[in-house]
């Protein structure tokens, strides 16, 4: 159940599930261990679960009103800053092929020059997005 919540929510790691909940990453382990949780804790940071999934395993796992509701999560704020990690790592290993292929030409340059603009966009939309929450 804990597993199929983080891949929801694309968790990549249990320490960034754990602090998704506001837990420690041992708190989590020992609920997986015990096969055990916190079920208003993980109603309260995941309202869209299905309370009768959640506490009996009924599915779906998410409440039918959520589904016909669901807000574009490709724009929200975590999966922005995913994005902006991602795009970091990437410019990162193309500047570095880069400098050590410069006769490989202007590939990796548009890549680069492609990658750059991409991060600086999605900067900006996730700069504009925290500024209109406040």
Not at 91 to 112: F, H, P, W, Y
């Amino acid at each position: 159940m804990l597993d199929r919540i983080k891949d929801y929510y694309s968790f990549k790691t249990d320490v960034d599930f754990a602090k998704f909940l506001e837990i420690t990453p041992q708190v989590l382990s020992n609920w997986k261990g015990r096969n055990s949780f916190d079920a208003e804790l993980l109603f309260n940071k995941c309202p869209e679960l299905n309370p009768s999934w959640l506490l009996c395993g009924k599915e779906p796992m998410i409440g039918d009103d959520v589904q016909q509701l669901q807000v574009d999560e490709a724009k929200s704020p975590y999966n922005l800053r995913k994005k902006l990690t991602y795009l970091e790592e990437e410019l990162k290993v193309l500047t570095q092929a880069d400098k050590i292929m410069s006769e490989s030409g202007s590939q990796i340059k548009k890549a680069i020059k492609f990658l750059t603009e991409q991060h600086q966009l999605t900067e900006k939309e996730l700069l504009s997005m925290l500024k209109g929450k406040k």
